[in-house]
Protein backbone atom coordinates (compact mmCIF):
# COMPACT_ATOMS: atom_id res chain seq x y z
CA UNK A 1 0.00 0.00 0.00
CA UNK A 2 1.42 3.68 -0.58
CA UNK A 3 2.66 5.49 2.30
CA UNK A 4 -0.15 7.77 1.68
CA UNK A 5 -2.76 5.96 1.93
CA UNK A 6 -1.17 3.95 5.02
CA UNK A 7 -0.73 7.90 6.93
CA UNK A 8 -3.94 8.44 6.04
CA UNK A 9 -5.34 5.29 7.69
CA UNK A 10 -3.39 5.75 11.29
CA UNK A 11 -4.02 9.26 11.32
CA UNK A 12 -7.93 8.10 11.31
CA UNK A 13 -7.73 5.88 14.81
CA UNK A 14 -4.65 7.85 16.30
CA UNK A 15 -7.78 10.14 17.73
CA UNK A 16 -9.90 7.11 18.32
CA UNK A 17 -10.76 6.89 22.72
CA UNK A 18 -9.99 3.69 24.09
CA UNK A 19 -12.57 3.88 26.20
CA UNK A 20 -15.18 1.81 25.02
CA UNK A 21 -17.55 -0.65 26.77
CA UNK A 22 -19.44 -3.49 25.66
CA UNK A 23 -22.15 -4.71 27.34
CA UNK A 24 -22.73 -9.13 26.86
CA UNK A 25 -25.91 -10.17 27.54
CA UNK A 26 -26.89 -13.14 29.19
CA UNK A 27 -25.87 -15.94 26.55
CA UNK A 28 -29.21 -18.56 26.15
CA UNK A 29 -27.49 -22.07 28.45
CA UNK A 30 -26.68 -24.69 26.75
CA UNK A 31 -28.95 -27.45 25.48
CA UNK A 32 -29.12 -30.51 22.75
CA UNK A 33 -31.75 -28.14 20.38
CA UNK A 34 -31.10 -25.18 17.89
CA UNK A 35 -31.83 -21.92 19.56
CA UNK A 36 -32.53 -19.28 17.12
CA UNK A 37 -30.55 -15.72 17.80
CA UNK A 38 -31.82 -12.53 18.95
CA UNK A 39 -31.46 -9.19 17.19
CA UNK A 40 -28.46 -8.31 20.19
CA UNK A 41 -28.85 -5.12 22.55
CA UNK A 42 -25.04 -3.88 22.27
CA UNK A 43 -24.38 -0.79 24.64
CA UNK A 44 -21.57 1.01 23.64
CA UNK A 45 -20.43 4.42 24.76
CA UNK A 46 -21.66 7.41 22.35
CA UNK A 47 -19.45 9.03 20.79
CA UNK A 48 -19.85 13.33 20.65
CA UNK A 49 -20.81 14.72 18.07
CA UNK A 50 -17.22 16.67 18.20
CA UNK A 51 -16.08 13.36 18.07
CA UNK A 52 -17.66 11.43 15.69
CA UNK A 53 -16.71 14.69 13.25
CA UNK A 54 -13.50 14.78 13.81
CA UNK A 55 -13.38 10.81 13.25
CA UNK A 56 -15.44 11.36 10.52
CA UNK A 57 -13.07 13.67 8.64
CA UNK A 58 -10.03 11.19 9.09
CA UNK A 59 -11.92 8.62 7.57
CA UNK A 60 -12.98 10.50 4.72
CA UNK A 61 -8.72 10.99 4.10
CA UNK A 62 -8.31 7.47 4.09
CA UNK A 63 -11.02 6.46 1.70
CA UNK A 64 -10.72 9.33 -0.80
CA UNK A 65 -6.48 8.69 -0.86
CA UNK A 66 -7.99 4.56 -1.34
CA UNK A 67 -10.18 5.51 -4.15
CA UNK A 68 -8.00 7.63 -5.91
CA UNK A 69 -5.04 6.09 -5.82
CA UNK A 70 -6.47 2.49 -6.09
CA UNK A 71 -9.24 2.60 -8.94
CA UNK A 72 -11.17 1.00 -6.40
CA UNK A 73 -15.34 -0.54 -7.12
CA UNK A 74 -16.83 -1.22 -3.75
CA UNK A 75 -18.04 -0.32 -0.71
CA UNK A 76 -15.79 1.02 2.54
CA UNK A 77 -17.07 1.46 6.00
CA UNK A 78 -15.52 2.28 9.27
CA UNK A 79 -16.87 1.88 12.30
CA UNK A 80 -16.04 2.62 16.21
CA UNK A 81 -18.09 1.79 18.98
CA UNK A 82 -21.45 0.43 16.72
CA UNK A 83 -21.09 3.97 15.09
CA UNK A 84 -20.86 4.78 11.11
CA UNK A 85 -17.20 7.00 10.86
CA UNK A 86 -17.80 7.04 7.31
CA UNK A 87 -19.28 4.68 4.32
CA UNK A 88 -18.66 4.94 0.65
CA UNK A 89 -19.62 3.12 -2.41
CA UNK A 90 -17.75 3.44 -5.54
CA UNK A 91 -17.85 2.47 -8.93
CA UNK A 92 -20.71 -0.07 -10.60
CA UNK A 93 -22.52 -3.02 -9.23
CA UNK A 94 -22.83 -3.91 -13.34
CA UNK A 95 -20.64 -2.48 -15.98
CA UNK A 96 -22.88 -3.25 -18.39
CA UNK A 97 -26.08 -1.73 -17.35
CA UNK A 98 -23.90 0.86 -15.63
CA UNK A 99 -26.00 -0.03 -12.36
CA UNK A 100 -24.09 2.41 -9.65
CA UNK A 101 -22.97 0.32 -6.43
CA UNK A 102 -25.77 1.65 -3.40
CA UNK A 103 -26.05 0.65 0.37
CA UNK A 104 -27.97 -2.71 -0.75
CA UNK A 105 -25.57 -3.69 -3.03
CA UNK A 106 -24.32 -7.54 -2.28
CA UNK A 107 -20.49 -8.81 -3.13
CA UNK A 108 -19.68 -12.21 -2.64
CA UNK A 109 -17.95 -12.33 0.49
CA UNK A 110 -15.64 -14.74 -0.88
CA UNK A 111 -13.24 -16.64 2.51
CA UNK A 112 -15.00 -13.97 4.68
CA UNK A 113 -17.86 -16.51 4.81
CA UNK A 114 -15.84 -18.56 7.03
CA UNK A 115 -16.30 -16.62 10.10
CA UNK A 116 -19.94 -17.65 9.39
CA UNK A 117 -19.13 -20.88 9.02
CA UNK A 118 -17.11 -21.15 11.78
CA UNK A 119 -19.04 -19.69 14.38
CA UNK A 120 -22.34 -21.45 12.95
CA UNK A 121 -20.18 -24.64 13.94
CA UNK A 122 -19.39 -23.53 17.13
CA UNK A 123 -22.59 -22.08 18.62
CA UNK A 124 -24.11 -25.65 17.33
CA UNK A 125 -20.99 -27.55 20.01
CA UNK A 126 -22.23 -24.80 22.68
CA UNK A 127 -25.25 -26.39 22.21
CA UNK A 128 -23.67 -29.68 22.61
CA UNK A 129 -24.94 -31.00 19.71
CA UNK A 130 -21.11 -32.35 18.66
CA UNK A 131 -17.35 -31.67 19.97
CA UNK A 132 -14.71 -29.62 18.76
CA UNK A 133 -12.12 -32.76 18.82
CA UNK A 134 -15.14 -35.08 17.43
CA UNK A 135 -13.20 -36.91 14.35
CA UNK A 136 -14.60 -36.14 10.87
CA UNK A 137 -15.33 -40.38 10.54
CA UNK A 138 -18.47 -39.11 13.24
CA UNK A 139 -20.40 -37.90 10.90
CA UNK A 140 -19.33 -39.43 7.92
CA UNK A 141 -18.02 -42.91 8.29
CA UNK A 142 -16.18 -43.35 4.93
CA UNK A 143 -14.41 -40.24 5.43
CA UNK A 144 -11.06 -41.72 4.24
CA UNK A 145 -8.51 -39.89 6.73
CA UNK A 146 -8.52 -40.95 10.41
CA UNK A 147 -7.54 -38.34 13.01
CA UNK A 148 -8.80 -35.56 10.94
CA UNK A 149 -11.28 -33.43 13.70
CA UNK A 150 -13.65 -30.35 13.72
CA UNK A 151 -10.97 -28.48 15.69
CA UNK A 152 -8.34 -28.76 12.75
CA UNK A 153 -11.04 -28.54 10.07
CA UNK A 154 -11.62 -25.01 11.20
CA UNK A 155 -8.07 -23.81 11.99
CA UNK A 156 -6.89 -25.29 8.31
CA UNK A 157 -4.41 -27.95 10.15
CA UNK A 158 -5.95 -30.81 8.79
CA UNK A 159 -3.24 -31.09 5.94
CA UNK A 160 -6.15 -31.65 3.57
CA UNK A 161 -5.74 -30.75 -0.14
CA UNK A 162 -7.52 -28.11 -1.49
CA UNK A 163 -10.11 -29.49 -3.70
CA UNK A 164 -9.74 -26.48 -6.45
CA UNK A 165 -6.12 -28.04 -6.81
CA UNK A 166 -7.49 -32.24 -7.08
CA UNK A 167 -10.65 -32.10 -8.51
CA UNK A 168 -11.08 -32.15 -12.66
CA UNK A 169 -12.77 -29.16 -14.11
CA UNK A 170 -16.58 -30.70 -14.42
CA UNK A 171 -18.05 -31.95 -17.58
CA UNK A 172 -21.58 -31.76 -16.33
CA UNK A 173 -22.20 -28.78 -14.71
CA UNK A 174 -21.33 -27.05 -11.15
CA UNK A 175 -20.30 -29.03 -8.38
CA UNK A 176 -21.74 -29.33 -5.23
CA UNK A 177 -20.24 -29.97 -1.99
CA UNK A 178 -21.97 -33.84 -1.69
CA UNK A 179 -19.18 -33.81 -4.55
CA UNK A 180 -16.27 -32.81 -3.34
CA UNK A 181 -17.15 -35.01 0.04
CA UNK A 182 -17.82 -37.68 -2.28
CA UNK A 183 -14.74 -37.22 -4.40
CA UNK A 184 -12.33 -37.43 -1.38
CA UNK A 185 -14.35 -40.68 -0.01
CA UNK A 186 -14.01 -42.43 -3.06
CA UNK A 187 -10.41 -40.80 -4.71
CA UNK A 188 -8.76 -40.41 -1.43
CA UNK A 189 -6.33 -37.62 -2.78
CA UNK A 190 -2.68 -37.26 -1.00
CA UNK A 191 -2.51 -35.03 1.72
CA UNK A 192 -0.94 -31.84 1.30
CA UNK A 193 1.04 -31.93 4.32
CA UNK A 194 0.83 -34.49 7.62
CA UNK A 195 -2.13 -33.95 9.48
CA UNK A 196 -2.07 -31.62 12.60
CA UNK A 197 1.78 -30.72 12.31
CA UNK A 198 1.04 -26.91 10.90
CA UNK A 199 -1.02 -24.26 9.39
CA UNK A 200 -2.24 -25.35 5.66
CA UNK A 201 -4.88 -23.10 4.29
CA UNK A 202 -7.63 -25.12 2.49
CA UNK A 203 -11.06 -24.47 1.42
CA UNK A 204 -11.93 -28.24 1.65
CA UNK A 205 -11.74 -27.90 4.96
CA UNK A 206 -14.79 -25.26 5.24
CA UNK A 207 -16.40 -27.10 2.50
CA UNK A 208 -16.87 -30.59 5.06
CA UNK A 209 -17.48 -28.04 7.70
CA UNK A 210 -21.30 -27.02 5.72
CA UNK A 211 -21.47 -30.38 5.46
CA UNK A 212 -21.45 -31.24 8.87
CA UNK A 213 -23.97 -28.39 9.77
CA UNK A 214 -26.25 -29.97 7.19
CA UNK A 215 -25.32 -33.47 8.56
CA UNK A 216 -26.78 -32.01 12.31
CA UNK A 217 -29.20 -29.80 11.35
CA UNK A 218 -31.05 -32.03 9.00
CA UNK A 219 -31.09 -28.42 6.90
CA UNK A 220 -29.08 -27.58 3.66
CA UNK A 221 -26.21 -24.76 4.59
CA UNK A 222 -28.21 -22.00 2.96
CA UNK A 223 -31.31 -22.92 4.34
CA UNK A 224 -29.90 -23.23 8.23
CA UNK A 225 -27.67 -19.99 7.51
CA UNK A 226 -30.60 -18.01 6.41
CA UNK A 227 -33.01 -19.07 9.17
CA UNK A 228 -30.39 -19.14 11.51
CA UNK A 229 -28.52 -16.27 11.18
CA UNK A 230 -29.28 -14.13 8.66
CA UNK A 231 -32.89 -13.66 9.08
CA UNK A 232 -33.53 -13.73 12.56
CA UNK A 233 -30.44 -11.16 12.68
CA UNK A 234 -31.97 -8.88 10.58
CA UNK A 235 -29.17 -8.91 7.92
CA UNK A 236 -31.83 -8.40 5.21
CA UNK A 237 -28.95 -8.48 2.53
CA UNK A 238 -27.00 -11.56 3.01
CA UNK A 239 -27.74 -15.51 1.54
CA UNK A 240 -26.13 -18.23 0.52
CA UNK A 241 -25.11 -18.94 -3.55
CA UNK A 242 -25.88 -22.78 -4.75
CA UNK A 243 -27.71 -24.19 -7.84
CA UNK A 244 -30.81 -22.64 -7.20
CA UNK A 245 -30.21 -18.72 -7.95
CA UNK A 246 -26.43 -18.68 -9.11
CA UNK A 247 -27.47 -17.60 -12.41
CA UNK A 248 -29.28 -14.19 -10.19
CA UNK A 249 -26.07 -13.27 -8.25
CA UNK A 250 -24.06 -10.28 -8.82
CA UNK A 251 -21.10 -10.64 -11.21
CA UNK A 252 -17.83 -10.22 -10.69
CA UNK A 253 -14.62 -8.26 -12.66
CA UNK A 254 -10.86 -8.45 -13.81
CA UNK A 255 -9.06 -4.79 -13.78
CA UNK A 256 -10.29 -4.60 -17.38
CA UNK A 257 -13.86 -4.46 -16.53
CA UNK A 258 -14.41 -7.89 -17.81
CA UNK A 259 -17.07 -9.76 -16.37
CA UNK A 260 -15.67 -13.70 -14.29
CA UNK A 261 -18.03 -16.65 -16.16
CA UNK A 262 -19.37 -19.52 -13.85
CA UNK A 263 -17.16 -22.33 -13.29
CA UNK A 264 -17.33 -25.67 -11.69
CA UNK A 265 -17.02 -25.04 -8.30
CA UNK A 266 -18.90 -21.65 -8.16
CA UNK A 267 -21.71 -23.63 -6.59
CA UNK A 268 -19.87 -24.72 -3.56
CA UNK A 269 -20.13 -22.96 0.22
CA UNK A 270 -19.13 -23.04 3.23
CA UNK A 271 -15.39 -21.58 2.30
CA UNK A 272 -17.49 -18.99 0.39
CA UNK A 273 -20.46 -18.10 -1.42
CA UNK A 274 -22.15 -15.83 1.21
CA UNK A 275 -23.23 -12.51 -0.48
CA UNK A 276 -23.74 -9.54 1.77
CA UNK A 277 -22.79 -5.70 2.27
CA UNK A 278 -21.03 -3.57 4.55
CA UNK A 279 -24.48 -2.26 6.47
CA UNK A 280 -25.11 -6.45 6.86
CA UNK A 281 -21.41 -6.82 8.36
CA UNK A 282 -21.84 -4.57 10.48
CA UNK A 283 -24.43 -6.05 12.25
CA UNK A 284 -22.20 -9.20 12.01
CA UNK A 285 -19.88 -7.45 14.21
CA UNK A 286 -21.87 -5.97 16.70
CA UNK A 287 -23.52 -9.53 17.06
CA UNK A 288 -20.15 -11.16 17.90
CA UNK A 289 -19.90 -8.14 20.35
CA UNK A 290 -22.71 -9.02 22.08
CA UNK A 291 -22.09 -12.48 23.47
CA UNK A 292 -26.41 -13.53 21.72
CA UNK A 293 -24.72 -15.86 19.28
CA UNK A 294 -21.91 -17.47 20.89
CA UNK A 295 -20.65 -16.41 24.34
CA UNK A 296 -17.68 -14.51 25.32
CA UNK A 297 -15.69 -17.38 26.22
CA UNK A 298 -16.53 -19.06 22.41
CA UNK A 299 -15.32 -16.05 20.63
CA UNK A 300 -12.27 -15.64 22.52
CA UNK A 301 -11.41 -19.18 22.07
CA UNK A 302 -12.11 -18.68 17.71
CA UNK A 303 -9.14 -15.75 17.94
CA UNK A 304 -6.49 -17.36 19.82
CA UNK A 305 -3.54 -18.55 17.34
CA UNK A 306 -3.52 -22.05 17.05
CA UNK A 307 -0.39 -22.53 14.77
CA UNK A 308 2.21 -21.79 17.04
CA UNK A 309 5.31 -23.66 15.56
CA UNK A 310 7.10 -20.70 14.79
CA UNK A 311 7.19 -17.19 16.25
CA UNK A 312 5.22 -15.49 13.91
CA UNK A 313 2.98 -11.78 14.23
CA UNK A 314 0.58 -13.58 11.78
CA UNK A 315 -1.95 -16.36 12.49
CA UNK A 316 -5.40 -18.64 12.27
CA UNK A 317 -7.57 -19.11 15.26
CA UNK A 318 -10.91 -20.88 14.37
CA UNK A 319 -12.52 -19.32 11.49
CA UNK A 320 -10.05 -15.63 11.92
CA UNK A 321 -6.95 -14.60 10.65
CA UNK A 322 -5.01 -13.11 13.39
CA UNK A 323 -2.33 -10.26 13.84
CA UNK A 324 -1.10 -10.50 17.16
CA UNK A 325 2.61 -8.12 18.25
CA UNK A 326 2.69 -6.02 20.91
CA UNK A 327 -0.75 -6.85 23.27
CA UNK A 328 -2.80 -5.45 20.17
CA UNK A 329 -5.31 -7.86 18.80
CA UNK A 330 -6.45 -7.58 14.99
CA UNK A 331 -8.83 -10.10 14.20
CA UNK A 332 -9.78 -10.26 10.76
CA UNK A 333 -10.68 -12.16 7.35
CA UNK A 334 -9.39 -11.60 3.72
CA UNK A 335 -11.61 -13.25 0.52
CA UNK A 336 -10.81 -13.61 -2.87
CA UNK A 337 -12.77 -14.90 -5.34
CA UNK A 338 -12.65 -14.21 -9.26
CA UNK A 339 -12.73 -10.51 -8.80
CA UNK A 340 -14.31 -10.21 -5.54
CA UNK A 341 -11.72 -8.98 -3.22
CA UNK A 342 -12.47 -8.22 0.38
CA UNK A 343 -11.32 -7.80 4.07
CA UNK A 344 -13.53 -7.63 7.15
CA UNK A 345 -10.73 -6.39 10.22
CA UNK A 346 -12.01 -6.07 13.88
CA UNK A 347 -9.86 -4.60 16.67
CA UNK A 348 -12.14 -6.09 19.53
CA UNK A 349 -10.28 -4.38 22.08
CA UNK A 350 -11.52 -1.04 20.78
CA UNK A 351 -14.34 -1.91 18.98
CA UNK A 352 -13.26 -0.76 15.31
CA UNK A 353 -14.12 -2.20 12.96
CA UNK A 354 -13.46 -1.60 8.77
CA UNK A 355 -14.88 -3.54 5.86
CA UNK A 356 -13.95 -3.41 2.52
CA UNK A 357 -15.81 -5.31 -0.04
CA UNK A 358 -15.04 -5.24 -4.11
CA UNK A 359 -16.32 -6.70 -7.22
CA UNK A 360 -13.70 -5.79 -9.12
CA UNK A 361 -10.38 -7.71 -8.72
CA UNK A 362 -7.57 -4.60 -6.41
CA UNK A 363 -5.28 -6.17 -4.44
CA UNK A 364 -4.60 -3.18 -2.41
CA UNK A 365 -7.58 -4.47 -0.51
CA UNK A 366 -5.55 -7.06 1.18
CA UNK A 367 -3.25 -4.76 2.42
CA UNK A 368 -5.24 -2.89 4.87
CA UNK A 369 -4.42 -5.77 7.60
CA UNK A 370 -0.88 -3.92 8.08
CA UNK A 371 -2.78 -0.64 8.53
CA UNK A 372 -4.91 -2.14 11.15
CA UNK A 373 -2.08 -3.24 13.26
CA UNK A 374 -0.56 0.28 12.75
CA UNK A 375 -4.05 2.23 13.70
CA UNK A 376 -4.16 -0.45 16.37
CA UNK A 377 -1.15 0.40 18.60
CA UNK A 378 -1.91 4.45 17.62
CA UNK A 379 -5.10 3.89 19.43
CA UNK A 380 -3.68 1.35 22.05
CA UNK A 381 -0.92 3.44 23.52
CA UNK A 382 2.00 1.38 22.28
CA UNK A 383 4.46 2.84 19.82
CA UNK A 384 4.19 2.32 16.30
CA UNK A 385 7.47 0.40 15.85
CA UNK A 386 8.44 -1.08 12.49
CA UNK A 387 5.42 -2.63 10.25
CA UNK A 388 7.66 -4.82 7.64
CA UNK A 389 6.92 -8.30 9.31
CA UNK A 390 3.03 -7.55 9.57
CA UNK A 391 2.79 -6.01 5.87
CA UNK A 392 5.15 -9.00 4.57
CA UNK A 393 2.76 -10.97 5.89
CA UNK A 394 2.99 -15.61 6.88
CA UNK A 395 2.98 -18.64 5.62
CA UNK A 396 -0.02 -18.48 7.78
CA UNK A 397 -1.88 -15.93 5.60
CA UNK A 398 -0.75 -15.64 2.42
CA UNK A 399 -3.31 -16.04 -0.25
CA UNK A 400 -3.67 -19.35 -2.46
CA UNK A 401 -2.27 -18.43 -5.65
CA UNK A 402 -5.08 -18.68 -7.95
CA UNK A 403 -7.43 -16.21 -7.27
CA UNK A 404 -9.58 -18.24 -5.17
CA UNK A 405 -8.49 -18.05 -1.52
Known sequence: ?????????????????????????????????PVKPEVP???FRQLTDEEKELYTERATTLYSSFL?????????????????????????ANFATKEAISQNTTFHLASVSKTF?????????????????????????????AGITVRLLLSHRSGLSNYAYVMPKSSY????????LNYYINN?????????????????????????????SGESYPTYMQTNIFTPLGMNNTYVCDRNNIKTVPLSYTPGNRA????????IYGDKNIY??????????????????????????????????????????????LINKDDVNVVYHTGWWHGNCNIFTRIVQDTTTVIILSNRYNSSVFKSKATAYAFAKDILGRPRGDMSDVAAGDPNTELEGSGKE
Do not use: H
Open 68 to 92: NNKAFNGSILIAKNGQILAEKYNGF
Open 276 to 321: SNVRDLLTWDKVLYSGSFVNPQTAALAYQPTSNEKQTVNNYGLGWR
Open 1 to 33: MKLKVMKAIVLIFLFLSVETSCKNSTTTPLNAE
Open 117 to 145: TAMAILRMIEQKQFSLDDDVRTFFPSFPY
Open 260 to 267: YQIESFDA
Open 173 to 180: GLYSNDDV
Open 41 to 43: EVS
Open 188 to 216: KPALARPINTGFQYCNTNYVILAKIIEKI
